[in-house]
T-cell receptor, first 110, second 115 residues
Framework: SQQGEEDPQALSIQEGENATMNCSYK?????LQWYRQNSGRGLVHLIL?????REKHSGRLRVTLDTSKKSSSLLITASRAADTASYFC??????????FGKGTKLTVNP | NAGVMQNPRHLVRRRGQEARLRCSPM?????VYWYRQLPEEGLKFMVY????????ESGMPKERFSAEFPKEGPSILRIQQVVRGDSAAYFC?????????????FGPGTRLTVT
């Protein structure tokens, strides 16, 4: 079963605005990770948040985790055209494998 | 400090042929993971290997697919008698340590097209 499910599926914003993407998951996790994928490229690891953490920051990224609701959000502040990409959440449960959602396609218009 | 390397980047095979995809993990990494991505989809786990051992192959199709990670050389994902449904991007990731909460570093992927 799919671990992560992101919404919205697609998001289009103007440069300088904030972008928020949400992720819901079904089973318990040890941690949740967010990745970025530029069109036709590999995945770049953005941030990992453990199940006992509620919020984490990295530069313009802010991730929250609510284990009671089985949900996470990724906020990108002051977006840039270069942030245009697909963003995936991936849960890691009782094994090493990552279980990915289908992703949010973000377009930042200059 | 080279990252995860995959080759070929693009591979075209006719139905019935064999596809061999290679993955060289980051230097010092001994854990390799293979994922498959269909168009407009997220990645799906296939197999997790350590040197000379398959640790978790719960995502591998039962037939035609096999993976290895020998003591020397890259990890190989092998697909025999390919069919059109095998067309996808195949990504390899590596980590220095197994277990949970360790980042997996992804390669650029091999895009397989079956004609």
């Amino acid at each position: 079963s799919q671990q992560g499910e992101e919404d919205p599926q697609a998001l289009s914003i103007q440069e300088g605005e904030n972008a928020t993407m949400n992720c819901s998951y079904k089973t318990s996790i040890n941690n949740l990770q967010w990745y970025r994928q530029n069109s036709g490229r590999g995945l770049v690891h953005l941030i990992l948040i453990r199940s006992n953490e509620r919020e984490k920051h990295s530069g313009r990224l802010r991730v929250t985790l609510d284990t009671s609701k089985k949900s996470s959000s990724l906020l990108i502040t002051a977006s840039r055209a270069a942030d245009t990409a697909s963003y995936f959440c991936a849960g890691q449960g009782g094994s090493e494998k990552l279980v990915f959602g289908k992703g949010t396609k973000l377009t930042v218009n200059p | 400090n080279a990252g995860v390397m995959q080759n070929p980047r693009h591979l075209v095979r006719r139905r019935g042929q064999e596809a061999r995809l290679r993955c060289s993990p980051m230097k010092g990494h001994s854990h390799v993971y293979w994922y498959r991505q269909l168009p407009e989809e997220g990645l799906k786990f296939m197999v997790y290997l350590q040197k000379e051992n398959i640790i978790d192959e719960s995502g591998m199709p039962k037939e035609r697919f096999s993976a290895e990670f020998p003591k020397e050389g890259p990890s190989i994902l092998r697909i025999q008698q390919v069919v059109r449904g095998d067309s996808a991007a195949y990504f390899c990731a590596s980590s220095g340590t197994g277990g949970l909460s360790y980042e997996q570093y992804f390669g650029p992927g091999t895009r397989l097209t079956v004609t």
